[in-house]
């Protein structure tokens, strides 16, 4: 079954630093993608990324920028010169031939 | 059309009643989901639509659960004889499904607490 892991609950760092969100999957689908929502205190998901299986290449997109590596199954998020805006709960979610599966999520908190 | 729209933002009801959710998606989009999200956990997917067909529905969490779009716009989802279980934040997606894998848009949600 599909499944994503998201092994850091709550990470908590200073203004400008970069953080990394990590992000492993598994699947059984051949063709699949992987996406990256943002979740801030409002409440509302924010849809950041979408990535399909077949392209590997890496992201940029501002501030953010994504690195899948089909070989390690992972989809990491990284945002450089974090801001207080960052402050969110982040999501990866997988989809394949069954429903969108999120992890469950890595809390940031970017202190002043 | 500015994006997904819940109906009501925050529900309160007692064990045993039954409460009715709606969703309005972005008016383009064919295909309509639901999730349910607990506290400290990622969104749980329930069910899907396209056009007012429902395409998956064994992830409903039990019979108590149902959804509906009659007319392939705006849906809603019921629980019968809720219990304290079921408090939760019921969110609702939509997308444009001519691609496999299109990215979903979230609504606001529905916060629900049992009591």
Not at chain 1, 10 to 34: G, M, Q
Not at chain 1, 46 to 53: A, E, G, K, W, Y
Not at chain 2, 94 to 112: C, D, K, M, N, V
Request: charged residues 20%.
């Amino acid at each position: 079954a599909q499944k994503v892991t998201q092994a850091q609950t709550e990470i908590s760092v200073v203004e400008k630093e970069d953080v990394t969100l990590d992000c492993v999957y598994e699947t059984r689908d051949t063709t699949y993608y992987l996406f990256w929502y943002k979740q801030p205190p409002s409440g509302e998901l924010v849809f950041l990324i979408r990535r399909n299986s077949f392209d590997e290449q890496n992201e940029i997109s501002g501030r953010y920028s994504w690195n899948f590596q089909k070989s390690t199954s992972s989809f990491n998020f990284t945002i450089t010169a974090s801001q207080v805006v960052d402050s969110a709960v982040y999501f990866c979610g997988h989809s394949g031939n069954t429903p969108l599966v999120f992890g469950k999520g890595t809390r940031l908190s970017v202190i002043a | 059309d500015t994006g997904v729209s819940q109906n009501p933002r925050h529900k309160i009801t007692k064990r045993g009643q039954n409460v009715t959710f709606r969703c309005d998606p972005i008016s383009e989009h064919n295909r309509l989901y639901w999730y349910r999200q607990t506290l400290g956990q990622g969104p749980e997917f329930l069910t899907y639509f396209q056009n007012e067909a429902q395409l998956e529905k064994s992830r409903l969490l039990s019979d108590r659960f149902s959804a509906e779009r009659p007319k392939g716009s705006f849906s809603t989802l019921e629980i019968q004889r809720t219990e304290q279980g079921d408090s939760a934040m019921y969110l609702c997606a939509s997308s444009l499904a001519i691609l496999a894998g299109h990215e979903q848009y979230f609504g606001p949600g529905t916060r629900l607490t049992v009591t």
